[in-house]
Structures are given as structure tokens and as C-alpha cells.
């Protein structure tokens, strides 16, 4: 009897060992999916650190001293110098260069106790020295293999130049082109930018994150920062949870499945919560139900910012919140390095969630293969051989031409003649080998990029007169804060405009300068800045035979041109070899097939603007004369440019569409897509599906399934596209995903504003 109860205790016991651990292995996100000789190393790392250096895993610090220069002896460069050579840092960022990174990593490994390496982070938003377009620029294209292209050519270049982890990609939704990140984002679309994040991931870090030309990727910001109030950023944010799940949350959750191995937090509060201290999104969905098992990272400061959001009374308590709710590694706060030890020995943060931490940045860093060879970044060959070399420039002209939208061209003004025309080239921007490089250029240098002038000018045969007619910017545009536009001088005008007189066509570049886009760029007047709008109607009165090329980082509010200017290109800004693209475009070499990874307004009033819209209760008029409807009274409901929307230098049309049923849950729909036009070209065949009722309420239209096709004149294709439950169902209020039985509408075209539709039955 007696050896049968303490055989019931022990059974006893041992169910309720495994569902702590259980408990506490879902609590911290650990899962089965781990290299086992990796986390073996791990845990015999950890199992020799002090509580000080697991916590220092968990610091991070700026670059904050000339490494091959004097050693600093006081002040915060000196604090930082010995926490390096304490142990006391894990990561770096902004050190760049095989000398520097060498420099620093070499006292980390060979000065610290335990040799622990650094990961040394830099913000490759688009490109290294070399750049590829901006990243919505990029998501213009809808060609994935490029855009993973562009990551892995990145990411090349970066760690030749001994980089191990960008802060990129941005996966942010935003359906608000007054924020100036929308620049760095891939658009409005939760299904675009759902493959985008994988391609990008799966180009920074490849199929070895071991190998020395990957680099370890960020999915960012966690989460929400795309909808900051009234597009300013650092904004609040507030969604509700159906906008959390289905819009938001879904890229995040492909970058963690593409196996992203770091995430970024938000500025933004989310239900009242600053992101960095928010246990929901970091251990309850990040860590908890997703799995993830990277790190993550503060964004710059920002644990220190949850003071100034009300919701940490000071450091300390900014570090409790922070380190409880599952941030990893603090950027630029202090916090964790000054406050974490004694807040562990006082009981309010747990040290198993400090080993936890430190774990997840030493996993990376295994991964990354920093212990195998700390400097296997740090090859002074490689260095000079891969940064511009001709396979980069390759790549990111090809990503370039790629990323081109035409969004207007009435009587065939494009392409321009080889021979024969006399053409006027007017505007600051067309001459200009900086604004190009856009934002998010910090190693690239000034004056590299190729001009729209000098692109130009490689076709000869032309006479081309080149007039600034306007500048766009006053004093220096080397990244300060803010740009001082131009408003006033236009004394370079009539120059301009007898140029304008003597060609029989116009190239006109405007926009906005690189620097106008960005992080705290937000704009209210999205409108031509400065002078531009005056000066392209001055043009206009002389001669009307105008191909505007914009250049800018988000959509812009254009109804005049719109409506009088013949052929408009969206340019973006388009990196390194930005001339060269715009050139070949022009002239034809190259046939536009970028489609808008974001809708353009028609005014800012209609911010926020998209197409996947829901339907209010009184969604058209109901009656003639009638006004009680959603509706503006001085403007259309309807956008300049629709999401999805892109011309071609050919026609394409549609027809002959099939819904067949596979299955309870999937069907096939089948689309004919023929080139009516005289010239091969690309098109982007995209498909939508409604689902006309739901438990909530469904959008208007969603993408769900998007392909380039390749065709010569007068062929046609058979696109085909599966629509399973992942496209056909959603998440419900509780996060669960649902497939509800009903009615659906599935809709085939070259944009948002589709040519075909037609019904099915689940």
C-alpha cells in the first residue's frame, strides 16, 4: 500500500514537473525547432557567465568612438569602453568598415573574459554603399526574385564591409502617405506585403546564415507603427483586433515563418501599452503563440521613451517593463546595463527571463558562426572586391527599371525617339546625384548616383538641353533634420521656359528631395514642394507636350498634372543607378511594368485612403439629390491612382474567366491574358476575392494572388491562380483563424480597379 501511494506521488510529480516546464517553455517561446549542437553551446556559455554579462548580452551601444583612433578617457565614450572590455556589451551598431568592426570585435573576443563576440548591426534599408531603389519603390515592382535579389546583393556588400545584422526589413502596413516611412515600407497591402517580407528575409539571410554574405534580418516595427495618428510619426496608435490580425500582424508572421531571426519594437503604444514594454505582443503572440526563438531588439531609445509615454515612472522601472514583456536588447537606453542586475536581486524581473535573453542573442550569434570565427566578417580583400562591384550595379539597375511605373501616357509621348527630337530636360532633380540615393543611405556617398542627366545623355543621337528651371531646396541637403524648401526664387524660370519653347518634348523631373521621405518626415501638403507645381505650369503654357517624371519616396497628391500633363512616370527614388533606369525607360529599352504598391490620393483629405475599404451601411447614394452617404461634398471618393494601377508601353486585355471547385474548401480560378498591343511587355496579373458576408465584416476586395507573365504581340497566356483557405478565410476577433461557408466574389484585372469578376460558393 505504501509503495503503491508513493508510486501515485511520484507519478503525480512527475505530470506536474512537465507542465511547469511546459508552462514555462511556452511562456518564454522556446520550441522543438532548434539545432541541438548550437543550444548545447549555449547552455554551457551561459552556465559560466555572471548575472552582469548575461545582462550585457543584452546592451547595445552606437558606435561612439574612432576605433583605430585615441582610446576614450572620460565622459560616456570612456563608460562605454569599459563596458566593451568588461563584457558588459553584446552588440554594436553604426561601426562600419573591416578596420572598425575588426577593432572592436577583437576586444570583445580577446580583451573580455569570456570572448564572447559582438553582432554588429546597421541599418541596410535598401542597400549597403551601393543602393538599390527605396524600398516602396521596390514593392512597385511585384517581382519577388528581384526584391530577394535586391536583399541578398545588400547583404553582400554590408558584410564585406564586416555587418552581420541589418535593422530591415520594415514590414509596417500604412494606408497614410503623410508618414514619411511608407518609404521604407512595402505599401498599403497586407497580402503584397506579406511575400515581400519573405522575399526580403530570404534574401538578407539566405539558405546559411553561417555563410560571411548573409546577414542576420529584422522584421520591424512590433507592432502597429503604420497607423501613428494622422500619418505623424511616433504617433499613437489605436486598431481594433480585427485590424490587428488580418492587417498587421500577417507580415510579421511571415518574416517569423521566413525564419527571420530578430524583431524590432515599435514607438507606438498599442492598447494603451508603449510596444517595448508589451508582454501581449512580445511573450503572449511573438514568443508564445508564433514560437518565435530569435531576439528582440529595442528600437533607439525607446525603452527609456516609455517615461515620457506615462508609462515607466524612470529608468528602473522602464527596464522592469521592458525586460518582463520580453524585450531582448536594449539600443541606446542604458537602462538594462544600469538598472537590470539590482532589479534581478530585488525580485521584480526573474533572472530565468535574463537567461532567456541573453540565450536568444547568443543563439543568433552561433548562428551567425561568430564563435567558430569572430572576424569572418572582416576580410580587407573581400572588402575592396564586392563594395560597387559591377554583379551590385548589375543588380540594383535591374531592380531599378523594375520598380518604374507609368501612370500616364496619352498619345503615345512615350517612349521618346532615339533621333530626331529635340528634348528639354528641366528641373533640379534631373541633374542631381544625391536626392536620388533617397533615404536610409548612411554609408552611401553624396554625389553617387547616376542622374536623369547623365542617363539621358547616353542616348546622342538627341539634342538635349538641360535648364534647372527652379532649385527645389535652400543651403545643403547632406541629411540634416529638415530640408528649407524653395518657395520663393524663380528667377531661373524664363530660362526654363524659352528651353521648353525650342524642344518638341519636355522631360520634366520633379518631387520630392530624397531627405524629404523618411523616419520623422511626415508631410501634410503632399502637393509638388516648393516652386515645382508653379514651374510645371509655366512649361505647360509653352509647350504641352510633357512627360513628367516624379521622383519621390511616397504617393503624392497630383490632380492638375493629372489632368493636363500627357505622360507621367513614378521614378521614386531609385538608388545608385537611378539615371540609368529612368533613361532606359524613356526611351524605350526597357517597357514600364511596375503597378502602385500604394493608392494615390486626389487630396489629402481623403488620407487615410485604400482599396481594400469595408462598406459603410449607406456605402452608395441611394437616391438622385440624395446626401446621406459616405461621401465627400468638395471631393470624389474615388483615388487619383488606384492601388495595383500601372501602364505599359503595350495593351493587355482580359477574358475568358473560370471558377472551378477542387475541393469543399478550394477552388481554381482560371484568367486568358492577351498583348493587344505592338510591343513584348510584362504584365502583373492580379486577383481579388470579396466575401460578401461574414461574422465581421469583410473588405470590398482583397488581393489574394498575383503573377508576371512575359508576352510578345498578339499572344496570349492561361494565368492560373488556387484559392485555398489561407486566402479564403481570415482571423476573428479572438486571433483564431476562420473559413466561414458563403458566398464569394472573385475579381481579375491589371489593377485594384479590376476588367473581370465572377461568383462562387464555399
Request: with cysteine; aromatic share 8%.
Amino acid at each position: 500500500m505504501k509503495i503503491n501511494n508513493l508510486y501515485n506521488l511520484l507519478i503525480v510529480f512527475l505530470v506536474i514537473t512537465i507542465v511547469s516546464c511546459k508552462e514555462k517553455t511556452d511562456a518564454l517561446g522556446e520550441t522543438s525547432n532548434l539545432n541541438d549542437a548550437i543550444e548545447k553551446k549555449v547552455s554551457e556559455l551561459l552556465s559560466k557567465m555572471t548575472l552582469e554579462e548575461k545582462i550585457g548580452q543584452m546592451n547595445q551601444y552606437n558606435g561612439f568612438w574612432d576605433v583605430t583612433g585615441p582610446t576614450p578617457s572620460s565622459g560616456d565614450a570612456s563608460k562605454k569602453y569599459e563596458h566593451l572590455k568588461k563584457g558588459y556589451v553584446g552588440s554594436m551598431l553604426n561601426v562600419t568598415g573591416v578596420d572598425e568592426v575588426r577593432a572592436v570585435q577583437k576586444i570583445a573576443v580577446e580583451e573580455t573574459r569570456l570572448g564572447i563576440p559582438l553582432i554588429i548591426g546597421f541599418d541596410v534599408i535598401h542597400g549597403y554603399e551601393t543602393l538599390s531603389p527605396i524600398p516602396l519603390a521596390e514593392a512597385a515592382s511585384w517581382d519577388l526574385e528581384a526584391i530577394k535579389k535586391s536583399a541578398q546583393v545588400a547583404a553582400k556588400e554590408a558584410s564585406a564591409a564586416g555587418i552581420n545584422w541589418t535593422f530591415a526589413p520594415m514590414v509596417d502596413i500604412s494606408r497614410d502617405a503623410r508618414w514619411g516611412r511608407v518609404m521604407e515600407g512595402a505599401g498599403e497591402d497586407t497580402y503584397l506585403g506579406s511575400k515581400i517580407a519573405t522575399a526580403r528575409v530570404q534574401g538578407f539571410q539566405g539558405d546559411d546564415l553561417a555563410s560571411p554574405e548573409t546577414i542576420a534580418a529584422c522584421a520591424k516595427h512590433w507592432a502597429g507603427y503604420g497607423f501613428a495618428e494622422s500619418g505623424r510619426d511616433y504617433n499613437t496608435v489605436d486598431v481594433g483586433t480585427s485590424t490587428l490580425n488580418n492587417i498587421i500582424f500577417p507580415p510579421f508572421k511571415a518574416a517569423t515563418d521566413a525564419g527571420v531571426r530578430t524583431f524590432m519594437n515599435s514607438f507606438n503604444e498599442l492598447n494603451g501599452i508603449p510596444a517595448t514594454g508589451n508582454a501581449f505582443l512580445q511573450r503572449d503572440i511573438l514568443k508564445g503563440k508564433w514560437g518565435f526563438t530569435g531576439f528582440v531588439v529595442s528600437d533607439w531609445g525607446s525603452i527609456n521613451e516609455m517615461i515620457a509615454h506615462g508609462h515607466a515612472k524612470n529608468k528602473k522601472h522602464a527596464a522592469e517593463l521592458a525586460a518582463n514583456a520580453g524585450s531582448d536588447m536594449d539600443m541606446e537606453s542604458y537602462a538594462y546595463v544600469d538598472e537590470l542586475a539590482s532589479l534581478v536581486r530585488e525580485g521584480l524581473v526573474k533572472e530565468t527571463l535574463i537567461d532567456d535573453a541573453a540565450r536568444r542573442i547568443l543563439r543568433v550569434k552561433f548562428e551567425l558562426g561568430l564563435f567558430d570565427d569572430p572576424y569572418k566578417y572582416c576580410n580587407k580583400e573581400t572588402e575592396k572586391k564586392v563594395i560597387g562591384s559591377q554583379e551590385i550595379q548589375d543588380a540594383v539597375l535591374d531592380m531599378a527599371k523594375k520598380s518604374i511605373v507609368l501612370l500616364k501616357n496619352e498619345n503615345a509621348l512615350l517612349p521618346l525617339k532615339k533621333e530626331g527630337q529635340k528634348i528639354a530636360l528641366i528641373g533640379a532633380l534631373a541633374a542631381d546625384k544625391t536626392s536620388p540615393l533617397g533615404s536610409w543611405r548612411l554609408a552611401a556617398k553624396d554625389s553617387t548616383a547616376v542622374s536623369v542627366l547623365e542617363g539621358m545623355q547616353n542616348y546622342t543621337s538627341n539634342t538635349l538641353t538641360y535648364a534647372k528651371g527652379a532649385n527645389l531646396t535652400l543651403g545643403k541637403t547632406t541629411f540634416p533634420l529638415e530640408l528649407t524648401i524653395n518657395t520663393t526664387d524663380k528667377s531661373e524660370f524664363p530660362q526654363a521656359i524659352q528651353t521648353a519653347k525650342n524642344a518638341d518634348v519636355v522631360v520634366m523631373v520633379l518631387g520630392e528631395h530624397g531627405f524629404h521621405s523618411g523616419e520623422a518626415r511626415s508631410r501634410t501638403d503632399l502637393g509638388l514642394p516648393g516652386v515645382q507645381q508653379e514651374l510645371l505650369e509655366a512649361i505647360y503654357k509653352v509647350n504641352k507636350n510633357i512627360v513628367l517624371v516624379l521622383n519621390n519616396g511616397r504617393p503624392l497628391t497630383i490632380p492638375w498634372a493629372d489632368a493636363h500633363i500627357p505622360a507621367i512616370v513614378e521614378a521614386w527614388q531609385l538608388g545608385t543607378q537611378s539615371g540609368n533606369a529612368i533613361a532606359q525607360v524613356l526611351y524605350g529599352d526597357y517597357n514600364p511594368s511596375g503597378k502602385l504598391p500604394m493608392t494615390f490620393p486626389r487630396s489629402v483629405g481623403q488620407i487615410p485612403i485604400y482599396y481594400n475599404y469595408k462598406n459603410t451601411g449607406r456605402p452608395v447614394i441611394p437616391a438622385p439629390n440624395e446626401v446621406f452617404w459616405s461621401h465627400y461634398t468638395d471631393e470624389s471618393n474615388t483615388p487619383l491612382y488606384p492601388f495595383g494601377h500601372g501602364l505599359s508601353y503595350t495593351t493587355f486585355s482580359y477574358n475568358n474567366l473560370l471558377v472551378e471547385k477542387i475541393s469543399s474548401d478550394e477552388v481554381k480560378v482560371s484568367v486568358k491574358v492577351k498583348n493587344t498591343g505592338n510591343v513584348a511587355g510584362k504584365e502583373v496579373v492580379q486577383l481579388y476575392i470579396r466575401d460578401l458576408l461574414g461574422s465581421i465584416t469583410r473588405p470590398v476586395k482583397e488581393l489574394k494572388g498575383f503573377e508576371i507573365i512575359s508576352l510578345e504581340p498578339n499572344k496570349d497566356v492561361k494565368v492560373s491562380f488556387n484559392l485555398t483557405k489561407n486566402e479564403l478565410g481570415f482571423f476573428n476577433n479572438e486571433g483564431d483563424f476562420v473559413l466561414e461557408p458563403g458566398d464569394f466574389k472573385v475579381f481579375v484585372g491589371g489593377s485594384s480597379e479590376t476588367v473581370l469578376e465572377a461568383d462562387f460558393k464555399i
